[in-house]
């Protein structure tokens, strides 16, 4: 299902390249400073999805960390919440590939993004980024339906009632 997206996004992207092909500059602007800007926009385009990404490596941890106390996680939760984890620190890798291929590229006077030192890891890192997105949905969504059906047993069986007032008694008799 990732990859499905991943690949849907993709062509949706080319297909959206592939219509704004065409045409020039206005008379007003010069052909210096439309690089200026792509460069600029691919700068901030760059640092936004390494920033993405370690959000996203943040709340999943975080997620971690708070849904530890209700229930373990099935293995197939943990394989996603891993493969999505993976996925963001390698999307920051290949951030910082994009980055520095830009900047190589603009050290020697030399600008052309269509070039495989700086086409090759923005593509993989947007791929890695919706893999990171998908596989966390996907964990995240799978551990709320175990949680959700491990409440309504318990529930059903009364163990719920059982465990909040012993909790809530001694957490009172604490003061």
């Not at 990732?2 to 500059?25: A, C, D, K, N, T």
């Not at 993004?113 to 980024?129: D, I, K, M, R, T």
């Not at 551990?143 to 909040?164: F, K």
């Amino acid at each position: 299902m990732p990859l499905v997206v991943v690949f849907i996004f993709i062509r949706f992207e080319y297909y959206l390249q592939y219509l704004s092909m065409g045409g020039h500059f206005p008379a007003s602007v010069d052909e210096f400073d439309a690089q200026k800007k792509a460069i600029g926009i691919y700068n901030d385009l760059g640092k936004q999805f390494i920033t993405f990404a370690i959000t996203t490596v943040g709340a999943l941890a975080y997620y971690i960390k708070s849904r530890a106390e209700f229930r373990p996680m099935g293995t197939t939760v943990k394989v996603a919440l891993l493969s999505s984890i993976v996925a963001a620190i390698v999307s920051i890798y290949f951030g910082q590939s994009w980055l520095s291929g830009l900047a190589n590229q603009l050290a020697n006077n030399y600008f052309k993004p269509s070039a495989p030192s700086v086409a090759v890891p923005e593509l993989a890192q947007y791929v890695c980024f919706l893999l990171s997105l998908s596989w966390g949905a996907i964990a995240i969504v799978l551990q709320e339906i175990n949680r959700e059906t491990l409440t309504r047993a318990c529930v059903d069986g009364g163990a719920i009632g059982d465990v909040e007032s012993n909790s809530a008694s001694s957490t009172f008799s604490q003061d």
